[in-house]
């Protein structure tokens, strides 16, 4: 990895592009150091350390830490995110969109960059207000007047809208995908403060010697383990038909299709956290009575408690077939090969293709979803050691981390390959 971008790094334009990336990068994590007006920081900051374990603490964490203070990046790219995702699902569930994205071309797709665009500012708006009702009930507002709830939505507003921007530029005219670069950097950024959390707790005394090199082990275990099965993938041999057209010959080679183990990426995790992490977050809000049977399910059902972790396990295994669904789908590559005169060796075209490529998706389905089930589940087991609680996301940051850098040094090769350069072959 080192030494792709280092040869990337000789090449005028591919430098121009990481220059880009970088100063884009900064920027953003200068906007969260920027906060918005009419707030009590530090005395917000103090009060979402009770919401850790919410989903409000799962999201500040992806965030890089900016919901705790309330930065102007607060929103971060989960507007974005979610326009993206909302869209996805209704190109399924929408037969015109599903045309406009199929056969719309480019002017297709600037329609739906464009109502993604929408779609984002109507979610950011939506959680700016539920940001700031939860800021003016907690107290931390210096000034709780209608116009000053007006400038604080909207500058979450415009800094989510920007954030959409800015990661669109990167993707545009830096290296690799821009949203997923924002939320790595969010991620990254907070490793230097949990390093020196750890360091100060071993020397203080509070944290034992063996607890943080069970820690550090762990941790380079489920990156290695993390980095094999995204690279890996099922390989299926398809055959193409030789058809002379004209004078001359096409077909008669042998290729592959291949199927990512973890195909669903880390989706099915985001959408289990969010649900699993429901009732400790509405119990933030509403404390419920002592000894009481609502006090006695947050109990049982916060993190690292075993109903918690079971409920998460088949919550992703749940998602990883539902998105797995929505991103693959087997009768439209059968088509694919039937319409180009390919054909899986030992299947006839058609039904018994597709059939065969469902049976092979639902099997490496499995596997990522065992995958994801053992990244997650198992630091929320190791957090009920005391002193290691802050490995209860590790699993979802560690997926997202070396995802994004893989993928990043894939694009960064892909250009150099596309300018015949040499050197990172050698």
């Known amino acids: 990895m080192i030494e792709t971008v280092r040869n990337a790094w000789k090449i005028k334009e591919l430098r121009a592009k990481i220059l880009f990336t970088i100063v884009a990068l900064v920027v953003f994590r200068f906007g969260h150091s920027i906060y918005v007006p009419y707030v009590d920081t530090d005395l917000l900051a103090t009060t979402f350390a009770a919401y850790s374990s919410t989903i409000l603490g799962y999201f500040n964490v992806l965030a890089g830490g900016g919901l705790a203070t309330a930065s102007v990046f607060a929103l971060s790219v989960y507007p974005s995110i979610n326009a993206s995702i909302i869209m996805q699902l209704l190109q399924v569930a929408i037969p015109a969109l599903e045309r406009l994205a199929k056969d719309g ?15 984002t500012v109507a979610i950011a708006t939506v959680m700016g207000f539920s940001y700031y009702v939860m800021l003016k009930s907690q107290g931390v507002l ?21 954030v959409t921007w800015l990661g669109e530029q990167i993707t545009e005219k830096g290296v690799g995908n821009g949203i997923s670069m924002l939320i790595f950097i969010g991620i990254v950024s907070r490793g230097p403060s949990a390093a020196m959390s750890m360091v100060s707790g071993v020397i203080n005394g509070t944290m034992a010697w063996w607890k943080a090199l069970l820690t550090i082990i762990l941790f380079v275990a489920i990156i290695a383990f993390v980095a094999f099965i995204t690279n890996a993938e099922r390989r299926i041999p398809v055959s193409y038909a030789k058809r002379v057209v004209g004078r001359k010959q096409y077909g008669g080679q042998s290729t592959h299709l291949p199927m990512k ?22 119990a933030a809000f509403f404390t419920p009575a002592e000894g009481s049977f609502w006090a006695g399910f947050v109990n049982v059902f916060s993190q690292g408690k075993p109903l918690y972790i079971i409920v998460y396990v088949m919550l992703i295994f749940g998602f990883a077939y539902f998105y797995s669904a929505i991103q693959f789908n ?9 319409n180009n005169g390919g054909f899986i060796p030992g299947f006839r075209p058609g039904r018994p293709t597709s059939d065969f490529i469902a049976k092979v998706l639902n099997k490496i389905t499995l596997m990522g979803a065992i995958f994801l089930a053992i990244v997650c589940g198992l630091p929320q087991i190791m957090s009920n050691i005391d002193g290691m609680a802050g ?29 015949h350069y040499k050197g990172f072959l050698e």
Not at 261 to 282: D, H, L, W
């Open 105 to 119: 071309g480019e002017e297709g797709r600037k329609k739906l960059a464009q109502i993604t665009r929408y779609v």
């Open 142 to 162: 210096l000034r709780t007047g209608a116009w000053s709830g007006i400038v604080i939505v909207l500058t979450f507003v415009a800094g989510a809208s920007f």
């Open 261 to 282: 183990v973890n195909m669903a990426g880390v989706m099915p995790v985001i959408f289990a956290s969010t649900i699993v992490t429901v009732p400790s977050t509405i």
């Open 330 to 338: 087997p009768i439209e590559v059968a088509n694919n090969l039937k």
């Open 391 to 419: 490995l209860s996301v590790g699993g979802t940051s560690v997926i997202i981390l070396v995802g994004v850098a893989l993928d990043t040094v894939k694009a960064i090769e892909n250009q150099m390959l596309m300018r």
